[in-house]
């Protein structure tokens, strides 16, 4: 060091922070042997504010800011050390940067499924991810009851507290809320408000603000969310005959992508279908409920379902028709007694002109009668 750099240090002391870090919570400034010169220069810079620490008690705090350190901007470092007309070169002091500005994408998510009972579908594991925001809203709160003496305190440092905290509030949350699981997609505002509210009080006491809070996503298991599309196909079907259909058309086609069998997706399709068919016969012929505790007349049975048929058009399934939609695919030309056909019981395709119960349709119907002749 030259003689103009000693002399400059002597008689010039600025004390700053430049945080290269995004992650760096609280950084204490080095001075050797901690000691600060009277009149030194302190600059606090937008989003940090510095703390003083005199022998382990904390003394003034500073916002964003030029100062000029005398007695008159630190009345409590004077109480502390009992000046009273001013101090003499040089004194002991630690400096605690501590960083205030917003720390954003928080991560949050439950390690494990969690269980809530839904007042649809009883008790459901379920799995919650998203992010939350926070800041330092009392840097004084905040060295003293979380960072201490740590000289180089990040967000690393206390995050999976915090993330404990978010998560068993979160679960909290969803339990009053008393929502169905069938709305937690279109309710993700308001659990992200009541719960950033609710953590609120219990982030103050570390000396941080949650300024926002948000759900990013609630899942289901896998097993659940498959029996939830099934039930949705179902409905938009709307009974369990045309669902039937529904599962024996997927078994055809399967069948049709393994002609050769061997015991693969087809034949497993094909069971599939005769059994939901045995459970609709039984449906169909059980009792009818007797009205009035069963003294009264039994309701007359539903009508029987309609003939089905599969029609291979162009080497492509379609259907299922009834046999008057067959008629009217005939007379439109999209049809004739060569194509093929199949319903349930036939042991395979078959051309249309073929089949006994479909004679009918391709009868030709008589033209339009001619036009009335002209008057004379």
């Known amino acids: 060091m030259g003689l103009f750099s000693f002399i400059k240090?002597?008689?010039i002391d600025i004390i700053e922070w430049l945080d290269p870090t995004q992650n760096t919570m609280v950084f204490r400034f080095e001075r050797h042997d901690n000691e600060i010169k009277n009149g030194a220069k302190l600059v606090v810079r937008e989003s940090q504010a510095a703390v003083f620490i005199n022998e382990g008690q904390l003394a003034d705090v500073f916002g964003p800011g030029t100062y000029t350190l005398?007695?008159?901007?630190?009345p409590l470092l004077s109480t502390?050390?009992?000046w009273k007309y001013g101090f003499d070169s040089p004194f002991k002091a630690e400096v605690y940067f501590?960083?205030?500005k917003r720390f954003t994408n928080m991560k949050w998510g439950t390690p494990n499924v969690f269980y809530i009972r839904d007042q649809d579908f009883g008790r459901v594991?379920?799995?919650?991810?998203?992010?939350?925001?926070?800041k330092i809203a009392d840097p004084a709160k905040f060295i003293r009851e979380v960072s201490g003496t740590d000289g180089d305190f990040t967000v690393e440092s206390i995050n999976g507290e915090l993330r404990s905290l978010v998560v068993t509030r979160f679960i909290d949350a969803l339990g009053e809320s008393k929502l169905s699981l069938l709305d937690f997609a279109q309710n993700y505002?308001?659990?992200s408000d009541f719960c950033q509210k609710q953590l609120g009080q219990e982030f103050l006491e570390y000396g941080i603000e949650i300024t926002k809070f948000l759900v990013s996503s609630i899942s289901l298991p896998e097993e659940l969310q498959a029996k939830l599309d099934q039930g949705t196909g179902m409905n938009m079907l709307g009974d369990m005959n045309r669902y039937?259909?529904?599962k024996g058309a997927d078994a055809m086609s399967d069948a049709a992508k393994n002609p050769g069998g061997g015991g693969g997706g087809g034949m497993e399709g094909m069971m599939g279908m005769m059994m939901m068919q045995q459970m609709m016969n039984q449906q169909k012929s059980a009792p009818a409920a007797q009205p009035g505790g069963g003294g009264g007349m039994a309701s007359p049975p539903p009508p029987p379902p309609s003939v089905q048929y599969y029609v291979s058009v162009n080497g492509q399934q379609q259907g299922p028709f009834n046999i008057a939609a067959l008629q009217q695919m005939f007379q439109q030309g999209q049809m004739n007694p060569q194509t093929f056909v199949w319903k349930q019981g036939m042991a395979g395709w078959q051309a249309a002109g073929e089949v006994a119960e479909l004679a009918g349709v391709f009868q030709q119907m008589a033209p339009p009668p001619p036009p009335p002749p002209p008057m004379p």
């Open 9 to 11: 240090s002597e008689l």
């Open 70 to 74: 005398q007695t008159q901007n630190m």
């Open 80 to 82: 502390l050390k009992g």
């Open 98 to 100: 501590v960083n205030t």
């Open 125 to 134: 594991s379920l799995r919650a991810f998203g992010t939350y925001t926070m």
């Open 189 to 191: 505002k308001d659990l």
């Open 244 to 246: 039937a259909q529904m």
